[in-house]
């Protein structure tokens, strides 16, 4: 299986903002390296966290990522686009 077909099934949502757990994650057994590391502040329940994710080159990355709102993107709390 390719990287780039995986990449989007990941992890798809966090359910809950305390104690969070992946929901949906990939069902393969790959090897991958993860970086635990603490938020800066609370997210809110239904919140997707933007993960990095490793291509081989930028185009892997463009098509992994087409058609989603990036970090900074969407709707801020005024309902005016944040990026």
Do not use: W, Y
């Not at 069902?27 to 329940?45: C, M, T, Y």
């Amino acid at each position: 299986m390719l990287a780039r077909k995986i990449c989007s099934l990941v992890a798809s949502v966090a359910a809950h903002a305390i104690d969070a757990v992946a929901v949906l994650a990939a069902l393969d057994i790959l090897q991958v390296d993860v970086a635990v590391v603490a938020l800066e502040r609370g997210v809110a329940g239904g919140m997707t966290i933007l993960a990095a994710r490793e291509g081989e080159d930028f185009e892997d990355l463009k098509e992994c990522f087409a058609g989603s709102v990036g970090v900074g993107g969407g709707l801020g709390p005024s309902g005016r686009a944040n990026g």
